[in-house]
């Protein structure tokens, strides 16, 4: 079982979310404050501009960060920081695997045919690769990236069909 999944089950995952922003917000504002610059880079979901069916309360939680983060970088911005939201869609992990694999069984076809098909519905024709996601998110902690400031970066190849 996956954590998130484990903390959504026992009711935490709310807990769990703010948590992150908070320890970032009091744990080591000060620290970046005093240097002068930071990097904060959040790994949300997609689900917060596209929510998923069967992910009620961590959409929830997820768009309570995203809430969150607008203030706080704000704030922070004339320090030198910065805090942003990576947004990512489907990415060919072990998760995204276990998922597909369940699709299957569930719709009795193949592992690839379901995993052919969910591919297919991406823009893209394809998931994400690691290095798609990871390249964005060190972007993000870079000098370069220091007037993007409390944003929602989707990174789901167009999955989700939004204009703003």
Do not use: C
């Not at 379901?114 to 060190?138: I, M, N, R, Y």
């Amino acid at each position: 079982m996956y954590e998130e999944d484990k903390l959504f089950k026992s009711g935490k995952t709310l807990d769990y979310t703010h948590w992150v922003a908070g320890k970032v917000r009091f744990g080591a504002r000060e620290h970046m404050k005093t240097t002068g610059w930071g990097r904060v880079v959040n790994i949300s979901s997609a689900a917060v501009k596209s929510s998923i069916p069967h992910l009620g309360l961590s959409n929830g939680a997820r768009a309570g960060l995203s809430g969150a983060v607008a203030g706080i970088s704000r704030q922070l911005a004339p320090f030198g920081i910065t805090i942003n939201n990576v947004l990512p869609g489907q990415h060919e992990t072990e998760r995204l695997r276990a998922s597909y694999a369940n699709i299957a069984a569930r719709d009795g076809v193949s592992f690839d045919e379901a995993w052919e098909a969910g591919k297919a519905k991406h823009p893209t024709l394809s998931f994400g690769q690691l290095e798609d996601f990871g390249s964005q998110v060190a972007f993000l902690r870079t000098d370069e990236a220091k007037f993007i400031v409390g944003q929602n970066i989707m990174v789901d190849g167009g999955a989700a069909n939004i204009a703003l």
